[in-house]
């Protein structure tokens, strides 16, 4: 039974297409976040999630929109596609944030697999 | 603000030979510090983490980091590597800011035969 997962896996598609990847965790964590991976390897946040309460969101375009219908599920919605956006974006989880914190956790990420997003 | 260096985009040792992959961090408060492997296609997973106490922790598959507070370095090591450690590592640091994890730029392992 996959701890995270992500839909779909590969996504190939047309620029100016709109797209969602969808994440679900059954770990019971509190937290969720989205990470795009580029071609360089190089992980960057995206956004973070605790408690369905928007926490963490870097200088992503406003074409990227992340929903959090409850703390199992993240969403993402990218709206016109751009060649750029071309990545592997993960899911991850955790049980709360940094461990020094009160109700912070271990500070562990469990990472989904990816979805491969091919903009053409 | 934090951030992560990892000396070496590539490293490639012989099968049975030590393995040593190399990370600075900068924190303004005490690091929480993580190594993570990548496999191909895959994502990432928890080899090893320094959160307080014991400076030298242990991980999964005869990994293990050294947190050397005064070099602000957390290398990783293990003894003699198999060709299965092949794969893209990543050391990462956590801390003041709540709950954003920050990577390094990962480091290459190639294991020759």
């Known amino acids: 039974d996959t701890a995270v997962s992500q839909t779909p896996k590969y996504l190939v598609t047309q620029m100016g297409n709109d797209k969602s990847i969808k994440c679900e965790q059954n770990l019971g964590h509190d937290t969720m976040y989205w990470y795009k991976q580029d071609s360089k390897k190089f992980l960057k946040i995206m956004f973070s999630y605790n408690n369905k309460e928007l926490i963490i969101n870097e200088t992503v375009p406003n074409r990227f929109s992340p929903k959090s219908p409850d703390k199992a599920h993240l969403n993402l919605h990218i709206n016109s596609l751009e060649l750029g956006d071309s990545a592997v974006y993960f899911c991850a989880s955790s049980q709360g944030g940094y461990p020094g914190l009160a109700g912070g956790g271990t500070g562990e990420l469990f990472f989904g697999e990816g979805s491969r997003l091919t903009v053409l | 603000a934090q951030s992560v260096t990892q000396l070496g985009s590539h490293v490639s040792v012989s099968e049975g030979a030590l393995v040593l992959l190399r990370c600075n961090y900068s924190s303004s408060v005490p690091p929480y510090l993580f190594w993570y492997v990548q496999y191909p296609n895959q994502g990432l997973q928890l080899l090893l983490k320094?959160?307080?106490?014991?400076?030298l922790v242990k991980g999964i598959n005869g990994f293990e980091a050294e947190f050397k507070k005064s070099e602000t370095s957390f290398h990783l090591t293990k003894p003699s590597a198999h060709m299965s450690d092949a794969a893209e590592y990543f050391c990462?640091?956590?801390?003041?800011?709540?709950?954003?994890?920050?990577f390094g730029a990962g480091t290459r392992l190639f294991v020759k035969a």
């Open positions: 990462a640091v956590s801390g003041g800011g709540g709950f954003k994890t920050i």
């Open positions: 320094y959160t307080t106490g014991a400076t």
